[in-house]
């Protein structure tokens, strides 16, 4: 079974800096598109960033110039790069992968930022 396993999520202070982790099992990121979704209280999932096998990525304009996806395919490893964050990023992040027109999630990791 594929299994993607979130890490690097916490508190951290406006303005500071995260970087969360997905580990891949059971799959091989290099034909798989991948993304960061994130979830906050009462709202509905939305997409963060997503990229695909090609490399080409897609950003919301909220978070473009401060957030940067990147994998590392030989680790099966995605990473999303958090900077300048504020209040308004609090949500918990979920990893998606989607091959063979099959969805895969993460069970995601919190992530405060306080001002």
């Known amino acids: 079974q594929v299994q993607l396993v979130e890490s690097g999520g916490g508190l951290v202070l406006a303005g500071g800096s995260l970087r969360l982790s997905c580990v891949a099992s059971g799959m091989s990121f290099s034909s798989a598109t991948m993304a960061w979704y994130r979830q906050a209280p009462g709202k509905q999932r939305e997409v963060v960033v997503q990229?695909?096998?090609?490399?080409?990525?897609n950003y919301a304009d909220s978070v473009k110039g401060r957030f940067t996806i990147s994998r590392v395919s030989a680790k099966n490893t995605v990473y999303l790069q958090m900077n300048s964050l504020k209040p308004e990023d609090t949500a918990v992040y979920y990893c998606y992968a989607r091959r063979w027109s099959v969805d895969y999630w993460g069970q995601g990791t919190q992530v405060t930022v306080s001002s």
């Open positions: 990229i695909t096998s090609g490399g080409s990525t």
